[in-house]
T-cell receptor, first 112, second 109 residues
Framework: DAGITQSPRHKVTETGTPVTLRCHQTENHRYMYWYRQDPGHGLRLIHYSYGVKDTDKGEVSDGYSVSRSKTEDFLLTLESATSSQTSVYFCAIRDSSYNEQFFGPGTRLTVL | AQRVTQPEKLLSVFKGAPVELKCNYSYSGSPELFWYVQYSRQRLQLLLRHISRESIKGFTADLNKGETSFHLKKPFAQEEDSAMYYC???????????FGSGTRLLVRP
């Protein structure tokens, strides 16, 4: 599993509340990514990080912010959750040794 | 704009039949293509990449730059191949992947 964990694994929340998802890695990889997975859209990149405090936007970044204060943790925050943000969220890391991305187990978020 | 297209949302075949999952991309540079697989309730995992030209679980895929395609093939499908398959594109000088919308493969007994 490349040492990637996500928490929580499941969350139900209400519209308008803030939500933070955590991605944790144990192998000191520089690049980390947040995707959302939706039927008919596949995986879409939300934000990514290329080092501590270095982040950039992906294709669907509106309504999301991220932070990376240490190498092992990459946080995704929904400032004010909306029903359109109901999705499965995957974190990934890039292993430069193999030039491939490894994925976490996913977080299923439901916004009511 | 760079794009990955997987035209089939669902592909249903019988066990033992050949399988071809289609993937087309649009990118004018030097692409690197990948196939990822997601079994039920599991995380995505890399199935194969065009650079390594390997065969994993009987699957192969050849990059056709003329047709901008990277179709995934297997001569004899097995029930355990039932899963969601994603094609992904990495552009040169980029550390991001662009994913297609995915194809669900259902192998019937």
């Amino acid at each position: 599993d490349a040492g990637i964990t996500q928490s929580p694994r499941h969350k139900v929340t209400e519209t308008g509340t803030p939500v933070t998802l955590r991605c944790h890695q144990t192998e000191n990889h520089r690049y980390m990514y947040w995707y959302r997975q939706d039927p008919g859209h596949g995986l879409r990149l939300i934000h990514y990080s290329y080092g501590v405090k270095d982040t950039d936007k992906g294709e669907v970044s509106d309504g999301y912010s991220v932070s990376r204060s240490k190498t092992e943790d990459f946080l995704l925050t929904l400032e004010s959750a909306t029903s359109s943000q109901t999705s499965v969220y995957f974190c990934a890391i890039r292993d430069s040794s193999y030039n491939e991305q490894f994925f976490g187990p996913g977080t299923r978020l439901t916004v009511l | 704009a760079q794009r990955v297209t997987q035209p089939e949302k669902l592909l249903s075949v019988f066990k033992g039949a050949p399988v071809e999952l289609k993937c087309n991309y649009s990118y004018s540079g030097s692409p690197e293509l990948f196939w990822y697989v997601q079994y039920s309730r599991q995380r995505l995992q890399l199935l194969l990449r065009h650079i390594s030209r390997e065969s994993i679980k009987g699957f192969t895929a050849d990059l056709n730059k003329g047709e901008t395609s990277f179709h995934l093939k297997k001569p004899f499908a097995q029930e355990e191949d039932s899963a969601m398959y994603y094609c992904a594109l990495k552009m040169d000088s980029s550390y991001k992947l662009i994913f297609g919308s995915g194809t669900r493969l259902l192998v019937r007994p």
